[in-house]
T-cell receptor, first 114, second 113 residues
Framework: SQTIHQWPATLVQPVGSPLSLECTVEGTSNPNLYWYRQAAGRGLQLLFYSVGIGQISSEVPQNLSASRPQDRQFILSSKKLLLSDSGFYLC?????????????FGNGTRLTVT | GENVEQHPSTLSVQEGDSAVIKCTYSDSASNYFPWYKQELGKRPQLIIDIRSNVGEKKDQRIAVTLNKTAKHFSLHITETQPEDSAVYFCAASILEYGNKLVFGAGTILRVKS
């Protein structure tokens, strides 16, 4: 069966520091991968999605970036964090090529920028 | 691009009553509409989904209806229980490579016992 791992679970970082969040998927090949952000009490904002290695689409302008160095690995990064980057970050995957494949979310990373 | 609106933003019901959450979408090409439940501090989890060629789908106390002409779909929870309390998100698919989902803003459902 497929599983998605996301770490760390919580992170407290000072303003201006770098960020690296990692997500890996097991049990499937060539998944679509996504990064969502959820501010406190708010909805799910799509940040990036990827349909293959090295293929990243950005949804909103920001100081975050994403990379997909391997088929089942998706990384969210920042060179300098802002206070507004605080939130709950969720990695997700669904099956490539399937019009009706639901999203499966990781457990999320709660990021607090101080 | 696709836009999904969800109402109400909060909903309080008495245990045993029904709850209805409504969503509208803008892209007539969308063809997949899942609903997610998110408990406090947890990840969203799929509870039910419907495809565009189906008007209604049920799973025990949960049902979803879809009106493609009007571009709206709804989640119905009957005989609500305290454990139904959570945030519920609707979503609509975009026919791009990844079948990208656009989410509604969420509904906080509180079931009072």
């Amino acid at each position: 069966s497929q599983t998605i791992h996301q770490w760390p679970a919580t992170l407290v970082q000072p303003v201006g520091s770098p960020l690296s969040l990692e997500c890996t998927v097991e049990g499937t090949s060539n998944p679509n991968l996504y990064w969502y952000r959820q501010a406190a009490g708010r909805g799910l904002q799509l940040l990036f999605y990827s349909v293959g290695i090295g293929q990243i689409s950005s949804e909103v302008p920001q100081n975050l970036s994403a990379s997909r160095p391997q088929d089942r690995q998706f990384i969210l990064s920042s060179k300098k964090l802002l206070l507004s980057d605080s939130g709950f970050y969720l990695c997700a995957w669904n099956a490539w090529g399937s019009l009706f494949s639901p999203l499966h979310f990781g457990n999320g990373t709660r990021l607090t920028v101080t | 691009g696709e836009n999904v609106e969800q109402h109400p933003s909060t909903l309080s019901v008495q245990e045993g009553d029904s709850a209805v959450i409504k969503c509208t979408y803008s892209d007539s090409a969308s063809n997949y509409f899942p609903w997610y439940k998110q408990e406090l501090g947890k990840r969203p989890q799929l509870i039910i989904d419907i495809r565009s060629n189906v008007g209604e789908k049920k799973d025990q106390r949960i049902a979803v209806t879809l009106n493609k002409t009007a571009k709206h779909f709804s989640l119905h929870i009957t005989e609500t229980q305290p454990e139904d309390s959570a945030v519920y998100f609707c979503a609509a698919s975009i026919l791009e490579y990844g079948n990208k989902l656009v989410f509604g803003a969420g509904t906080i459902l509180r079931v009072k016992s």
